[in-house]
């Protein structure tokens, strides 16, 4: 599924002639030790909008909540 979006994400940007950037993190492997603090230092100085910020924070959380 998620590789079905991405393709037309991918797609979408070159017929608009869009720049575009991914990042994929395996939270299974690298959960435990990402250090979220420092993640949102480097989305804050790559120009990252403070709302997809406050999202991805978000979802960190939620994630830790369900682990407990």
Known sequence: ???LIANEVV???RKAKKEL??????FEK??????WGYLDDVMGKMSFPV???KWIKECVRVRL???F
């Open 1 to 3: 599924d998620g590789i």
């Open 11 to 13: 797609d979408d940007a």
């Open 21 to 26: 950037m991914f990042f994929k993190v395996d």
């Open 30 to 35: 690298a959960y435990d030790s990402l250090d």
């Open 51 to 53: 709302l997809w910020r």
């Open 65 to 67: 909540l369900r682990r």
